[in-house]
């Protein structure tokens, strides 16, 4: 399906927008400043379950930023920078808004962003600050720039009562402006199309996931993928997209948590399982999707929850695990550096050699 850019209720200007820090104890510090740790094999998060046993997925978001630093978000201990020789972390303590980190971005400035559980931060010039100031007013004015970042809605799930609408945050250096996802009205209220991941694709389109759908903006028009767009329907699935990714050869791969991935080439829409007979004999974890990523030689990474990772060369699959050298289970990231290099976070953050996994931190 596609759109054009629609017109919704103009807003004014408004200034908007944490779990307790117990759980970085290694990493506590005084408000704006970070603590730095010697021993640089191994993150300082525990990976325990939070409150009422709450999920702790580890590592969810990596990025190697301009200087060479490489950053790791955790699912709710806050974010660690490493330059080499030390960490420096950081949580509410120190500015963030929120202690999970669900993505980190880099904009032409060299600050450091996260897009957090709640709301979104900054580092810069070695200090980090929640970031308040939002657009409203615009809500259609969809505009795409090669350095433009895009953030989720202010709540954790859903939205609040400044942004009334599904929809995402774009930035273009100086504004972070709300722009509406163009949903009919009944789907207007609609908590499943919240953010879950984002990618650039080719001649710069971005590509938004939510949990019903994928938004494609090329800068002209919005495509939706829903679930019967993605081809669920015959199946009698629906989807639940946690991840998006496209590749090198402009195939577009969308994760999902119960009905796995789909690949959209063209005109052509299959699920993994029609791609490749080995997937039909894979376990479940297959279906449960987090993370999808290609490495240097144009093979997919898809990261699972509960059957570490599989490598997808166009012909056959091969799951990694414990025994090549990636000991989480869970997969939450996959991302490629700036010299090629395949990382994957979860329990631990591991990089890929050519022929198994090395933990690196």
């Known amino acids: 399906m596609t759109f054009a850019p629609h017109?919704?209720?103009?807003?004014?200007?408004?200034?908007?927008?944490?779990l307790p820090l117990a759980l970085l104890s290694s990493?506590?510090?005084?408000?704006?400043a970070a603590t730095t740790r010697a021993q640089p094999q191994r993150l300082p998060f525990t990976y325990e379950a939070g409150q009422n046993g709450?999920?702790?997925?580890?590592v969810r978001a990596i990025l190697q930023d301009q200087s060479g630093n490489y950053w790791f978000g955790s699912h709710f201990e806050g974010v660690c920078r490493f330059d080499g020789e030390r960490f420096q972390c950081f949580t509410t303590a120190d500015g963030l808004s929120d202690n999970q980190v669900r993505a980190i971005q880099e904009d032409a400035r060299g600050t450091i962003w996260f897009d957090n559980g709640v709301g979104i931060s900054s580092y810069s010039q070695g200090r980090v600050a929640a970031s308040t100031a939002r657009r409203y007013d615009a809500t259609d004015a969809w505009k795409l720039d090669?350095?433009?970042?895009?953030?989720?809605s202010d709540e954790s799930v859903g939205f609040n009562k400044f942004e009334l609408e599904p929809g995402v945050y774009r930035?273009?250096?100086?504004?972070?402006t709300y722009l509406t996802f163009p949903l009919p009205t009944k789907r207007a209220a609609d908590d499943g199309y919240s953010l879950t991941g984002m990618c650039r694709g080719q001649g710069g389109r971005v590509w938004l996931a939510t949990y019903e759908a994928v938004f494609g903006f090329d800068g002209t028009a919005i495509t939706m993928i829903d679930g019967a767009s993605m081809g669920l329907q015959k199946y009698g699935r629906v989807p639940h997209v946690r991840c998006v990714f496209e590749d090198s050869k402009g195939r577009l791969w969308i994760g999902n948590n119960g009905v796995g991935v789909v690949m959209?080439?063209?005109a052509r829409t299959a699920l993994l399982a029609e791609l490749c007979a080995d997937a039909a004999d894979a376990d479940q974890s297959l279906l449960r999707v987090f993370s999808i990523g290609e490495d240097r030689d144009g093979c997919i990474w898809i990261g699972t929850i509960g059957?570490?990772?599989?490598r997808y060369d166009g012909q056959s699959l091969r799951q990694f695990g414990e025994r090549d050298g990636l000991t989480t289970k869970d997969v939450m990231a996959i991302y490629r550096d700036r010299a090629g290099d395949l990382w994957l976070g979860g329990k631990g953050v591991f990089r890929?050699?050519?022929t198994s996994l090395d933990r690196m931190y």
């Open 54 to 58: 709450m999920y702790n997925g580890g």
């Open 352 to 354: 890929f050699n050519g």
């Open 264 to 266: 959209i080439d063209g």
């Open 7 to 18: 017109r919704c209720l103009a807003l004014p200007l408004v200034l908007s927008i944490a």
């Open 307 to 310: 059957g570490g990772a599989w």
């Open 171 to 176: 930035f273009d250096g100086e504004a972070f």
């Open 146 to 152: 090669p350095s433009d970042l895009w953030f989720k």
């Open 27 to 32: 990493c506590a510090s005084v408000p704006g």
